[in-house]
């Protein structure tokens, strides 16, 4: 009873943690911060292809590290190097260094990926609460939103010069959060299924691929979240540079994330009350829909204010999705192999981020109107080469 009554702890570790992890205090000026250190418009994108061939190296090992030694202590292991990634930055002049930074960035959040979700669903498991994991993620995911809030507002106003020694003050404080949320990870509970884990060691990424195979429904769910997910980064890498290209200044950026994360920590937080009320299929399409029309009107109109409104309400619908598409798929997935069978998937966004980054880096070169319109084809592929359809979703 004792351990039952500390696992009901995690949740709301998970939510605290994760928001610290995801307090980026130069949020509203990241591009800007990087054109500050040298860093050019293009190689920004292919900072983000850093990212993906990182991911593709560490996601799967880190999900294995999961199901092997425990979720706790992979998390822990993720704080750790997101802290050294932090460290790297303060000091990063050039592609170049950022690259290394960038290496430590990614490595950070595979050991995120597929394993935070998978120590909250055998933690509502443990507690006979499972069928709850579609609101109980959502607002997990809505812990990603929850300090930019306000922190980007600060941020911008911190940094409204765009002045050197005003970005090292945002990179500290982001650097204390990071101290704040180990200290947090350290006080969650780790599920009973590891002792079952270390009996199977040899068979968890077998049998994780062998879940993926059985129910390839879990490869068209990834197809379809990923392509959006890609379309809506470029659009958001891209907002700042057409923001400023607008006559928006630091502290208009500082208000444009304001309303994105606001926008986008409610759409996480209330996705399965919305669910609950609306077809999860239509759903899901109905917000594809919806960013894909908000990037073309950001594209296509020559007013400054519905570009700013187009892209700060537009591109949160995406929190809309991840929640739905999280309990369909943990459904269908074993314990023992969850958090590498969810890696497994995840290492499909690393394959995918390569072409279309590369791509969105080079149009970027010639007009910072052509990544909005791969990002519309991309949305347009997602709806109608891999459409969800309501059954899938219920099965």
Known sequence: MFFTNKITHNPRLLF??????????????????????????????YLSIVWSLTSLVTEVPSGYLADRIGRKRTILLGVLLLFISQFLTLFAHGFWQFVLSFIFLSSSFSCFSGTEEALLYESLKEMGQEREMNTRNGKLLSARSLPDIFLPAIGAFVAKDLLESQFQILIVANMGMTIIAFLIFLQLTEPPHVQDVKKQEVGIFVQSIGTIRREPWLLKVALNKLLVFIAVFIAWRMSQPLLTHYGFGAEMLGIFYVIFQGLEFCASWFAGWIERRVNAAHLVTASTMAIMTSITLAMISQYPWIVFFSFAIGLPLYGLRDPVFSRAVN?????????TTLSNLNVIKGVLDIPFLLLAGWLSTFSLIYPLVLSVCLCFIALIAFPIRSHELES
Do not use: C, N, P
């Open 16 to 45: 605290w943690g994760r928001a610290l992890v995801e307090a980026k205090t130069l949020s509203a000026v990241i591009v800007m911060f990087y054109l500050h250190r040298d860093v050019r418009l293009d190689q920004v994108f």
């Open 331 to 339: 459904k269908r997935i074993q314990s023992t192999s969850r958090a």
